[in-house]
């Protein structure tokens, strides 16, 4: 009887450590929402695997014929403990911008930007702005000497809206509207690395 219930759990902790790994994904819900803003974000999903880390942003869709928000949307990625955030997302609605370093170098930063030129890192970085459908997504790949395979990545988010256009005309909010997620200075959990 000793035997077979060794047996049994030798079979079952083979069994444990043979099962592939779940690719690691979390998302995170706004949980105060940004109603009164034209620019609310809803969620935010993170992904961190061997295909890089993939970070999709939703937010109320924009309808520029209707009423036209004016702000910016910016997004913080830390992926490493203590420090801060190492890299930004941030545009403009409407307008330009992209992804950036916030520390290192004159050329380490220059390596990440993707505007107004794209650096050797930020080559590795594809982003989607389709605010239209509410969907802004960024896709760091892969890259030694670049963002390699992070053990760990979380995101802050924030939209400010500081007016929208009704036709012609401008209507200012005072002061601008402001949402985040999750809050202030506060990041969404952790995601760690795995393969799949």
């Not at 420090?83 to 545009?91: D, N, R, S």
């Not at 520390?103 to 970085?125: A, D, N, Q």
């Not at 500081?162 to 949402?179: A, C, M, R």
Request: hydrophobic share 35%; aromatic share 8%.
């Amino acid at each position: 009887m000793r035997r077979t219930w060794g047996i049994l759990l030798l079979v079952l902790a083979l069994s444990a450590t043979a099962a592939p790994a779940v690719a690691q994904t979390k998302t995170t819900r706004d949980p105060r929402g940004g109603g009164s803003s034209l620019l609310d974000i809803h969620r935010v999903k993170v992904t961190n695997n061997a295909k890089g880390v993939r970070i999709t942003v939703t937010i109320d869709p924009v309808d520029w014929v209707t009423s036209s928000p004016l702000g910016d949307f910016r997004m913080l990625i830390d992926t490493k403990k203590g420090g801060g955030a190492e890299f930004a997302e941030a545009f403009g609605m409407p307008g330009d911008g992209g992804f950036s370093a916030r520390h290192g170098s004159k050329r380490f930063k220059k390596s990440w930007r993707t505007y107004p030129s794209v650096g050797r890192c930020g080559r590795t970085v594809a982003e989607s702005w389709d605010v239209q459908k509410g969907v802004i997504t960024v896709h760091i790949r892969p890259k030694k000497g670049c963002l390699y395979h992070p053990k760990l990545v979380r995101v802050n988010l924030r939209t400010q809206q500081s007016g929208y256009y009704e036709g012609t005309t401008f209507h200012p909010n005072d002061p601008p509207l402001v949402d985040h997620l999750p809050a202030s200075g506060a990041y969404t959990p952790w995601v760690r690395y795995t393969r799949r």
